[in-house]
C-alpha cells in the first residue's frame, strides 16, 4: 500500500512538471538546466524542440482540450516546415561554425620561446 501511495504522488507531481512547463506561445519546455547558485536555485530552460511536445502530448497529463492547443500552437511554431509540410526536431538556430566552436588558436609556449633564441 505505502509503494502505490508513493507512486500517486509522483505521478501527481510530475503531472504538475508538465503544466508548469508550458511556454507562452502554448508549447512545453524540453529540458531545464539547474543550477545551485549559493542558497538559491537558478532554473534555465532550453528552445523548444519536438520531443518535449511529443512527451507532453503521450504523458497523459494533458486534457484532451490542452493537446488540441498544443497541437494548434505545434503548426505555428518554428518547429514546423510549411515547405515540408512536417516538423523539425529543432529549429533553425544562428550557431557559430563548427571549425570556430572546437578550434583554437596555439599560442607559443615559454619553452618555444628560449629554443627560438
Excluded at 35 to 46: A, M, N, W
Excluded at 66 to 88: E, G, H, M, T
Aim: charged share 30%; proline share 3%; glycine share 4%.
Amino acid at each position: 500500500m505505502e509503494l502505490l501511495a508513493f507512486f500517486d504522488v509522483a505521478v501527481n507531481y510530475m503531472d504538475h512538471s508538465i503544466r508548469a512547463n508550458r511556454r507562452e506561445d502554448g508549447l512545453y519546455h524540453s529540458y531545464n538546466l539547474m543550477k545551485v547558485d549559493g542558497d538559491r536555485i537558478v532554473i534555465r530552460r532550453l528552445y523548444e524542440m519536438l520531443e518535449g511536445q511529443v512527451a507532453a502530448l503521450s504523458s497523459g497529463a494533458l486534457l484532451a482540450r490542452d493537446s488540441v492547443a498544443l497541437l494548434d500552437a505545434l503548426r505555428l511554431s518554428r518547429l514546423y516546415r510549411a515547405d515540408q509540410n512536417s516538423y523539425v526536431l529543432y529549429p533553425d538556430r544562428n550557431c557559430l561554425a563548427f571549425l570556430r566552436r572546437t578550434t583554437f588558436r596555439p599560442r607559443p609556449s615559454r619553452n618555444q620561446r628560449r629554443w627560438r633564441r
